[in-house]
């Protein structure tokens, strides 16, 4: 009777227990957010080598499901494709043809999401024109370092040069809205860095999430890690050995001049993050470049962070004290934040969030970004990726598979994350 009457009493002192630190779990996201902690541990282990070449090693964690593949390639431009291609063969066939249904069947359901210009341009010659012109019209402006790769991809996998050219124009037709922050000194002593992709989940990419290191030979090179999917080389998200890291956002509500002839924009960041030294470079290179798509970019260095507004008609560079202040959107020193919303966002969730993780003696780490942060933003549907500078780590989560008959794929801001070790950079 007395044994039955401990595990009572034990029973409940751990059922209150529970039901105390989730009551704290919640206490720790705004009001103003709809979405519940994240709080399923962060995988850790190492991954496991799966197979290697000359020059590219392909690792693998089985902790998540699909599982998030690590590629480390080096060497020239063509060496790096090349072998970028003979260890992605198996995928990137299937990668691209699925994608290519995806955008004859699909696709036309969330065309409205696009930019108006967009739309217009694949409502009037479809999309295989659309990718066509806009290879033609940003080809000239195209570093040749980009081209030498796509061959090396195509060599090395057997696959067809033009179809992965189509393939790396898609970002620079569909832009995304996302969210970013940076959490810099006096907060921390050296940047956190969060991007969140926030785009359609009805796409095939979440089968192959990728992490893809580049260790080039050419002279003055970085070596940095971009996050994105097999066969894909421009940068939407990345972190360099510098360090220096990149993320970008569509810029819903420019009213400027629409142009499609330039350097496209994800091949501009990918070069940010393999030749720049500083942020003072980064927007050097920006202000320079021949500018297509008007987007929000997010570049940070070891103990600062800007937000640009990158178009064709400007380039703004903005600190966290000359970026506008509103109601939703508090000035907090040594914290530069972006929502998913279109900008200035009337959605106070974020500006909440930023006020009390970076008051009250608390401060954001990996961890409560985690936790808290995107899974309360609900931010980051197909991809999130925290950058740590303290670590040199990038922890990443990805949508999971989407189901045809249920038309889901659960966010990655729910999902299980994955610490990769970049510190070999």
Not at 414 to 421: A, T, Y
Request: net charge neutral; hydrophobic share 40%; charged share 20%.
């Amino acid at each position: 009777k007395k044994n039955k009457q401990r595990m009572k009493w034990w029973f409940c002192g751990a059922l209150l227990v529970i039901l105390s630190l989730v009551c704290l779990s919640k206490q720790q996201i705004p009001s103003t957010c709809a979405g519940v902690p994240n709080l399923i541990p962060i995988v850790t282990a190492k991954p496991t080598l799966v197979n290697k070449t000359a020059n590219g090693e392909l690792y693998i964690y089985t902790q998540v499901d699909p599982p998030l593949r690590h590629l480390k390639i080096r060497g020239t431009p063509y060496e790096m494709g090349f072998a970028a291609g003979q260890l992605l063969a198996p995928i990137i066939p299937q990668l691209v043809e699925q994608t290519e249904d995806w955008l004859t069947n699909d696709l036309p359901a969330i065309l409205h999401t696009l930019p108006l210009y967009i739309q217009r341009l694949i409502i009037e010659v479809g999309m295989d024109l659309a990718l066509e012109s806009t290879i033609a019209l940003t080809y000239p402006y195209t570093p040749p370092h980009f081209i030498q790769e796509l061959h090396g991809l195509a060599d090395g996998s057997g696959f067809s040069y033009d179809r992965l050219y189509q393939l790396n124009v898609i970002p620079e037709l569909i832009q995304a809205a996302c969210s970013m922050y940076g959490i810099f000194p006096p907060q921390r002593k050296n940047l956190l860095h969060l991007r969140a992709l926030d785009w359609d989940t009805s796409s095939p990419f979440q089968k192959w999430p990728l992490v893809t290191s580049y260790l080039p030979s050419a002279p003055n090179s970085n070596n940095f890690s971009i996050l994105a999917w097999p066969g894909f080389i421009g940068a939407l998200t990345g972190f360099s050995s510098v360090p220096m890291s990149i993320s970008e956002k569509v810029w819903d509500t420019y009213n400027g001049t629409q142009n499609r002839i330039g350097v496209p924009w994800h091949f501009l960041l990918r070069d940010i993050l393999q030749f720049d030294k500083s942020i003072g470079q980064a927007e050097s290179r920006m202000a320079n470049a021949e500018r297509t798509c008007a987007i929000w970019v997010g570049v940070g260095e070891k103990s600062d962070f800007n937000i640009v507004q990158y178009s064709y008609d400007r380039v703004e560079f903005l600190d966290w004290r000359a970026f506008p202040e509103y109601a939703a959107h508090p000035k907090i020193e040594g914290v530069m934040y972006l929502d998913r919303h279109p900008q200035p966002s009337q959605h106070k969730c974020m500006g909440d969030l930023m006020k009390y993780w970076n008051g009250g003696g608390r401060s954001l780490n990996v961890e409560n970004t985690v936790k808290y942060v995107t899974s309360g933003e609900r931010t980051g549907d197909m991809h999130i990726a925290v950058m740590d500078y303290e670590r040199m780590v990038m922890v990443v989560s990805n949508a999971g598979v989407y189901n045809s008959t249920t038309k889901f794929a659960e966010p990655a801001y729910r999902r299980k994350f994955v610490e990769v070790d970049l510190s070999f950079m």
